[in-house]
């Protein structure tokens, strides 16, 4: 019986290592070195059984004597007159293979991943006098990964119950995989401060990764910050009883990146296949991917500027706003079918985030009760500024110049054909695709002024990118007594529908309870469109199916009571709290 369980077995290891060396009390040098490792061993026989096929369209249910069988909303049988009954409905059994179309078979893979890290860093701190203090910082960085796997599989078990690789008379075949990366960096650090009043800080990398080409290999990026707090000035210092801390802040940074889906992106990539020539197998070696050896690293720039505050000790003011673009994206973009192979990575695109946060907090204190809330809220306005012309995504995601990354993309909805004469109006001047528009049907805007509806109507009508996210953290306290709520969630944000939602009758039958308000000639008012398994217009993407996605969400709850020093003492022990947690109690959506 175990012979016939799939199974799945990893094993993980982490040793780290370092030590400080102390030069003199100003002057220390630190070294780490990671070594973390990943085994794993997949067994997995792939043997028949029987299931429903979800994906065919179902029969209609009768009983023994072959009279219909009615069911209600809850799938609960009843008879055909009762109210809302309507015909039950079986899906088909066919016998399938588990874990692909292959015929019965023992499959195996084992695999190893292997991880060093090691960093090196020294810095030194010099105090110039009471009112000058320096620290610098020299560092190195160099992290190498490498992974290989192999895995077996032969077909035709003799024994479907004891599948084995010695029981199997079969087709066997093997392969394997090897890929190896290496990054290391070179970093330092200035700091300086003047009498706790006047900050800055510079930083600069210098990081290399073997994805790229010699020559195109390492990159530099530098950053800066600096802070004024004010009320270390002596003119402030009458005030500092009401403005216990205010802070001005500044800084610019760079950041690269370097994180794509090939390991070796700038080399002519070979796969190794066979074709048959005069009856006879002959192994062939084919390019699958153009390579493209000039691209480097893709790079992050961002500018902010904010303020930090505190009045009477207990009210806190953050805000930042941020300029962040990021140029050089490393992008596959669309090229020619014609050419046959798949599209290399460029330095190809640039997005420009603008956003703004602010936090708020309270926290205060009146005897034995205490209060605290704090509150943060953040907006972020995404924007694809260059993709040299192409345009990107899937399905109702789509990615183009001028509007957000991963935007939805549809025709535009006005409406639905709610009677003939709604429709006859549609088809005489406006068709859509070509197709009859039938009363239940959606209505599309006709974009292009071109009197019908086509894939030149569509445009972005939705984002994924969230607006106006926020958090809210409160906490009630008395005596040993603490209760403390979490929330968080978004102001602003779409999402799509699609799968049983939009074509119920083309997924296995898969009806869902909104349905039941569709469009029909007893319930013309209906809120979705008449149901089809033969006319696709309604299943369009379009605004019709785009959804608020905001929500509010209660992440935690917690209620806790700390006992007291009193009781503790005879137990010996410091502290002691129990309590009670609960999480994601509830979500509020549009």
Not at 121 to 129: E, I, K, S
Not at 290 to 301: G, H, R
Not at 350 to 366: I, L, Q, S
Not at 517 to 534: H, I, K, Q, S, V
Request: charged share 20%; hydrophobic share 35%.
């Amino acid at each position: 019986k175990q012979a016939n369980t799939a199974s799945q077995v990893d094993n993980y290891l982490n040793i780290s290592l370092g030590t400080t060396v102390n030069v003199t009390k100003d002057w220390k040098f630190d070294f780490d070195y990671t070594y973390a490792s990943e085994t794993g061993v997949i067994k997995r026989p792939g043997t028949r059984y029987s299931a429903a096929n979800a994906w065919m369209a179902g029969t209609l249910k009768t009983d023994a004597a072959g009279n219909q069988i009615y069911v209600n909303d809850l799938g609960q049988q009843v008879a055909a007159t009762a109210e809302g009954a309507m015909p039950a409905y079986e899906l088909p059994y066919q016998e399938y293979t588990a874990h692909g179309a292959n015929p019965d078979h023992i499959y195996r893979k084992s695999s190893g991943a292997r991880r060093h890290t090691f960093n090196a860093t020294t810095d030194y701190n010099w105090q110039l006098n009471d009112d000058n203090n320096f620290k610098f910082l020299l560092g190195m960085n160099l992290v190498t990964y490498d992974y290989e796997d192999n895995w077996s599989q032969i077909t035709d078990l003799t024994d479907i119950t004891n599948p084995q690789f010695d029981l199997a008379v079969g087709t066997q075949t093997a392969s394997g995989n090897q890929k190896w990366e290496g990054q290391m960096g070179y970093f330092g650090r200035i700091n300086y401060n003047f009498k706790e009043r006047y900050l800055f800080e510079a930083n600069i990398r210098f990081d290399g990764s073997s994805r790229f080409a010699e020559g195109n290999r390492w990159g530099i990026f530098p950053s800066f910050s600096g802070a004024w707090r004010v009320t270390e000035e002596p003119f402030m210092q009458e005030v500092r009883r009401t403005l216990s801390e205010f802070k001005i802040r500044a800084s610019y940074g760079q950041l690269g990146n370097q994180n794509i889906g090939s390991n070796y992106p700038t080399i002519q990539q070979l796969a190794v296949s066979s074709i048959s020539v005069n009856d006879v197998i002959t192994p062939i070696v084919t390019q699958t991917t153009l390579a493209n050896p000039l691209i480097t690293w893709e790079s992050t720039e961002m500018y902010d500027v904010g303020i930090d505050a505190t009045l009477f000790n207990k009210l806190s003011v953050t805000a930042d706003w941020y300029y962040k673009k990021t140029y050089d994206i490393l992008l596959t973009l669309d090229i020619p079918p014609i050419i046959g192979l798949g599209a290399p990575y460029q330095n190809a695109g640039t997005v420009r985030n603008v956003g703004w946060e602010v936090a708020v907090g309270y926290h205060n204190k009146w005897r034995d009760f205490s209060f605290g809330v704090d509150v943060n809220l953040s907006d972020v306005v995404n924007k694809i500024v260059d993709m040299k012309g192409t345009t990107g995504g899937s399905g109702a995601i789509r990615n183009q110049e001028g509007s957000a990354i991963n935007s939805i993309y549809g025709l535009k909805c006005v409406g639905m054909a709610r009677t003939q004469e709604e429709a006859d109006w549609v088809n005489e001047n406006c068709p859509q695709y070509g197709v009859k528009t039938k009363p239940g049907d959606l209505i599309y805007a006709d974009l292009d002024d071109s009197s019908t509806i086509d894939d030149k109507d569509m445009s972005v009508i939705g984002s994924t990118v969230p607006r106006y996210t926020y958090g809210v953290n409160l906490s009630f306290g008395w005596k040993g007594l603490n209760l403390s709520a979490f929330f968080q969630g978004v102001g602003k944000v779409d999402g799509y529908l699609s799968s049983y939602y939009v074509q119920p009758c083309q997924q296995g039958g898969t009806f869902r309870k909104e349905h039941l308000d569709r469009w029909n000639e007893t319930n013309p008012n209906g809120r979705y469109p008449r149901l089809t398994m033969t006319d696709a217009n309604n299943w369009k993407q379009s605004s019709f199916w785009m959804r608020s996605a905001a929500y509010c969400r209660l992440k935690n709850i917690q209620l806790s009571y700390t006992l007291p020093k009193t009781w503790l003492k005879k137990l010996r022990m410091k502290s002691a709290m129990v309590f009670v947690n609960a999480q994601n109690l509830f979500t509020i959506t549009d």
